[in-house]
């Protein structure tokens, strides 16, 4: 009696066993998939070769948005961001198939990069770097005015490169350059180059992940001594040329019985 039962027991053991190896594999196939990921770090630019990318297993419970799971897929496209080892490469991180190598690849569809000659001044302080955030103002003469004005003609552009870079400095070490490349929209690429031959263009940085569109006025140096702002040259035509305002009466008056009015 006592072996029978601890055959059966054994039995039990050994089935119970296999069930959970086999049910323990099973749900190993089905939770996690392969997906391309870096051989090493990558910088931004990178024209992806077959020995910088591998396959490892994704969890299929978590999420990965634009996956890429056939290595010969991406080979020869262009990193637009850096990537550390092991990351998962997916298609935001990548330029469009058959793009140029360099700050070309960094371009969006539809967007344009722009050059400006700058200073230590607005370079600030060689802070700038690729990837940081910035408004841009314009100090200048306005038509008429013998004074100078400043206004903001652009918020929140995004900068490209700073001189040849497209990467920060890892350090953060400051950086003065000559020329800072930023990217925008055509018309707002327009309005730069107007800006720039008028006056002065001045970087201001912003916080990156500061997106708001701030409501901002034209200061001039009647603003700076506390006086308020004057009217545009164009209010002020329209003003001196509008006819005065009169006042007009009305006095009933009769003739017998016949009724009239007389307005003056």
Same mark, same amino acid.
């Given at each position: ?153 652009? +918020? ?9 870079? @497209?990467?920060?400095? $890892?350090?953060?070490? &400051?950086?003065? !350059? /000559? ?33 708001? +569109? ?9 603003? @700076?001594?506390?006086? $308020?702002?004057?009217? &545009?040259?164009? !209010? /002020? ?28």
């Amino acid at each position: 009696m006592t072996l029978a039962l601890f055959i059966a027991l054994i039995v039990s053991l050994a089935l119970t066993y296999f069930l959970y190896s086999r049910m323990k594999r099973q749900y190993a196939k089905t939770a996690s998939y392969k997906v391309v990921v870096s051989s090493g770090p990558l910088e931004a630019g990178t024209q992806l070769a077959a020995e910088q990318l591998t396959l490892s297993e994704w969890p299929a419970n978590i999420p990965l948005d634009g996956a890429v799971t056939k290595p010969e897929s991406i080979v020869g496209r262009i990193l637009l961001y850096a990537v550390p080892g092991k990351e998962p490469i997916r298609e935001p991180l990548l330029a469009g198939p058959g793009s140029a190598i360099g700050l070309t690849a960094k371009i969006p569809e539809g967007m344009r990069a722009v050059a400006v000659v700058t200073n230590e001044v607005n370079n600030v302080s060689g802070f700038l770097f690729p990837g940081s955030h910035v408004d841009v103002l314009v100090t200048f003469r306005a038509e008429g005015s013998v004074e100078p004005l400043t206004t903001t003609v652009l +918020q929140n552009v995004e900068v490209l490169s700073t001189g040849e870079r @497209l990467q920060p400095d $890892p350090s953060g070490k &400051p950086q003065n !350059v /000559k020329v800072v490349t930023v990217l925008l929209k055509p018309d707002d690429a327009e309005k730069l180059m107007l800006a720039s031959n008028q006056g002065t263009v001045q970087f201001v940085l912003r916080n990156s992940a500061d997106q708001a +569109q701030v409501e901002s006025h034209p200061v001039d140096v009647r603003t @700076l001594r506390g006086a $308020p702002p004057a009217l &545009p040259a164009a !209010v /002020k035509r329209a003003a001196k040329a509008a006819p005065p305002k009169t006042t007009a009466y009305q006095v009933e008056t009769f003739d017998g019985t016949k009724k009239g009015a007389v307005s003056f």
